[in-house]
């Protein structure tokens, strides 16, 4: 298991500089819609889950190999990311609350706090013997896949709640 520490802590820092970066490869790309599937396209929360979700989800599949396909890391990097956005938003709402307004420096904190609740949850769900069955990494793929058919389909037709506003301009999607 001192193998998947070490993997832990290369997946939060593969997961921490591609999110980062992918914050700014929309403009990069010249607005570019294929782009939007996986790059925020406005400062909205739900958008900025984005940052986290699909880095993750490219390291899930490359721990997957590194791991020679043991199962169980399906389900727990699935359960890991959404806790890890769920504390994104949680953190979000909590400090906006208290100060009432949004402060950047607290925004790219709750996405490493995010990001670190992730692995910090798969690296413990992932020593439970009891995921390590095929039909629990059969969940976790279709959680991931319905996570991502979700950030697709919101991001050209978002709710009109809080979470998908763009505090910026105050439009919603794209």
């Not at 993997?7 to 403009?27: M, N």
């Not at 396209?41 to 020679?68: A, G």
């Not at 697709?152 to 439009?171: E, H, M, N, Q």
Request: net charge positive.
């Amino acid at each position: 298991m001192k193998n998947l520490f070490k993997l832990s802590v290369a997946g939060f820092v593969f997961v921490s500089i591609i999110g980062s970066l992918s914050h700014f490869i929309y403009e990069w790309s010249n607005y570019n819609i294929l782009v939007t599937v996986f790059s925020p396209v406005n400062e909205s929360i739900w958008e900025h889950l984005k940052l986290l979700f699909f880095p993750y989800l490219i390291w899930m599949i490359i721990q997957y190999y590194l791991m020679k396909k043991e199962k169980g890391i399906v389900i727990s990097k699935a359960i890991g990311v959404i806790c890890g956005m769920a504390a994104i938003v949680i953190f979000y709402y909590t400090y906006t609350g208290i100060s009432g307004k949004s402060i950047e420096f607290l925004n790219i904190l709750s996405f490493f706090i995010g990001t670190a609740v992730a692995f910090a949850v798969d690296n413990l769900l992932m020593r439970y013997e009891k995921l390590k069955h095929t039909k629990f990494d059969c969940v976790g793929i279709a959680l991931f896949i319905a996570f991502g058919a979700t950030f697709f389909i919101y991001t050209f037709v978002p709710p009109f709640i809080p979470l998908f506003k763009d505090p910026v301009s105050s439009t919603y999607g794209i």
